[in-house]
């Protein structure tokens, strides 16, 4: 114990003066294991670790804002030992002869996507690859925008009209905070931790999605840890990682580890179900700060869990029974405070928000809820129906919360709007990657379970036919986002040249604005040149011109150099504008000619 304690004291240290964030939760979810492994199982272990280390982050952002005297990247590292400590309070004697050789390398195993992943980056980064410029479409600038505002306001602000899903930017907040200990701020510095941020959750979705078929195995066998590599590849697929990087949905993948986290709790609540309840709850609370409308899918598992462990929960303790009380409230509590508040004042958003969303034939989610019935069926003959019971809340509580969101679009033209579309496609994956989970875990069987893997293999395949060309504004690529990255196609001009691009614009002083330079990543460039440039998040009148613009109206580049707070140098290859901008906005700053146009400057 005494070196568990030492560990996670120089954890925090290390961070505070400048180590990634990612050693934190990393360190902080191997205590939890350490702890907890023998008694309730790897699988389990590991995913409250991480669910303990992810509310913590947002605990500590929360409090660093009650506190505002408290720097929020002190708070951040205390609670992040804190939450790694706390399972070491357990009194539970660990099971004699627990197996630490044969599960840490089955979880290796469960992790070949993480490794698979992790390698795409290093070959990218090596390699010319888009190392870094993949991460930066869509509203990745969003979520850059609103960290660093939770930066600016050291916290997460828990008061009306204050973003009601907050872990996603006080995640990428709690990634890029290191990085200020020792520098100045600066957009790189922000970009970089916002990547790293990003690159830890798909990183960590892959091993939960391999943790989840070591937790539904019956038995440690060579063909269940194959099954365990295959599932783990399931988050890097087309259709899971390719819409949500073409888009910059940065959240997807978290509510995908999120999710993960409460199956394999839902599933191992036989062994511990006071630890699984409460773990529950406190991923319900994330899924609501993280996205909304998924949170009965946690919510269902959680209720499942107290009726069917009812006796063992009464029955194991006053103090216990406060702790799961007290999550219970937590998670009440929290809802009330933001998700069901914001939800009563600005529902009329999730009805009419317009936007990119994946668009794909609705067909393929039939398709999939018909192969997670089969697979279900298949593994409760088989294997039992316990899992499937466990399971069942994710099309149950996706379904619903599907229904909810269409029921608020029932006055529009149609059903299918940005947040129908996008929840419609978040179940398909889940259901996806725990339908495969439950298939390959029917039968220990060799013929079955090749079957079975070739299916899945055809299924995730076929997954990109499914996409309807020209639906909306983006244009997903038919390559996977795993060959884009390491040959580094994600910008425009090859390699990494996006985000070095956005990163000299970005830091330049005073602020530089490209404006019809010719630049083939131009348009992104724009994009987060005046998604930064913003003060805040409610700064509308600013942000609605990264979406819409009229590259040829020298009055909205004047008017854009005057709410960015001139000066503003425009740098462009087009003489006319230049001519027109000086002539227009004389006082807003330099105008500097170059590229195919020419050289110069005037003013």
């Not at 979880?107 to 870094?132: P, Q, R």
């Not at 079957?451 to 996409?467: D, F, I, K, Q």
């Not at 630049?519 to 609605?544: C, V």
Request: charged share 10%; hydrophobic share 60%.
């Amino acid at each position: 114990m005494a070196v568990v304690v030492a560990v996670l004291v120089l954890t925090a240290l290390a961070v505070s003066l400048g180590a990634p964030f990612w050693l934190a939760i990393v360190v902080c979810t191997a205590a939890w294991v350490f702890a907890l492994a023998p008694n309730s199982g790897l699988p389990v272990a590991a995913a409250a670790g991480a669910l303990a280390s992810l509310g913590a982050v947002l605990a500590a952002l929360v409090v660093s804002w009650l506190l505002p005297v408290v720097p929020a990247l002190v708070t951040l590292v205390i609670a992040q030992a804190l939450a790694g400590a706390l399972p070491l309070l357990s009194r539970r004697t660990p099971r004699a002869g627990f197996a630490w050789k044969r599960e840490l390398s089955g979880m290796a195993v469960a992790a070949t996507g993480a490794f698979v992943w992790l390698a795409v980056l290093l070959v990218a980064n090596l390699t010319g690859g888009s190392g870094m410029s993949w991460a930066l479409a869509g509203d990745a600038a969003n979520v850059t925008l609103f960290a660093r505002a939770l930066i600016d306001a050291n916290g997460v602000a828990l008061s009306v009209g204050s973003d009601p899903v907050p872990l996603t930017a006080a995640l990428v907040s709690s990634f890029i905070l290191p990085g200020r200990t020792l520098a100045a701020p600066t957009a790189a510095g922000d970009i970089s931790g916002l990547v790293q941020m990003w690159s830890f959750t798909i990183a960590a979705c892959a091993v939960a999605s391999g943790l989840l078929v070591r937790q539904l195995q019956r038995a440690d066998t060579p063909l269940g840890r194959v099954g365990a590599a295959l599932v783990s590849l399931l988050p890097l697929s087309w259709f899971a990682l390719a819409p949500s990087v073409e888009r910059g949905f940065i959240n997807v993948h978290l509510i995908l580890l999120l999710l993960l986290c409460c199956a394999i709790l839902v599933l191992g609540s036989g062994r511990n179900p006071v630890l699984s309840a409460i773990g529950l709850a406190l991923g319900a609370t994330l899924v609501l700060a993280t996205w909304s409308p998924l949170v009965l899918i946690p919510g269902l598992m959680l209720l499942l869990v107290l009726v069917r462990e009812r006796r063992i929960l009464l029955g194991s303790g006053r103090l216990r029974v406060v702790a799961v009380c007290g999550s219970l409230a937590v998670m009440l509590g929290f809802a009330i405070v933001l998700p069901l508040r914001s939800l009563l004042s600005f529902g009329s958003v999730l009805a009419d928000a317009s936007g990119g969303s994946f668009t794909f034939e609705h067909w393929l989610f039939i398709a999939i809820a018909v192969c997670w019935s089969a697979a279900a069926v298949a593994h409760g003959v088989l294997a039992g129906w316990r899992a499937v019971w466990s399971l069942a809340p994710v099309p149950i509580g996706g379904a619903i919360g599907l229904a909810a969101l269409m029921w608020l679009r029932r006055d529009a033209e149609t059903f299918w709007g940005y947040y129908t579309l996008k929840i419609l496609w978040l179940v398909a994956v889940i259901l996806l990657i725990t339908a495969i989970a439950l298939a390959l875990t029917a039968s220990v069987r060799l013929l079955p379970f090749l079957l079975v893997a070739s299916g899945a293999v055809a299924v995730t395949v076929l997954s990109r036919a499914a996409w309807v060309p020209g639906a909306d504004v983006y244009s997903e690529q038919a390559d996977s986002p795993l060959v884009r990255i390491a040959t580094g196609t994600y910008s425009g001009a090859g390699g990494d040249e996006l985000a070095q691009h956005i990163m000299k614009y970005a830091d330049a002083d005073p602020l530089v604005l490209p404006w019809k330079t010719g630049h083939p990543d131009e348009a992104r460039t724009i994009f987060w040149a005046i998604q930064l440039a913003s003060p805040g998040a409610t700064d509308y009148d600013l942000r609605i011109f990264a979406y819409q613009r009229d590259l040829d109206s020298v009055d909205d580049l004047c008017r854009i150099r005057e709410l960015m707070h001139p000066p503003v140098t425009v740098v462009t290859a087009d003489e006319a504008i230049r001519d027109a901008a000086v002539a227009t906005c004389p006082d807003a700053g330099e105008v500097v000619l170059e590229g195919p146009g020419g050289s110069g400057a005037g003013r």
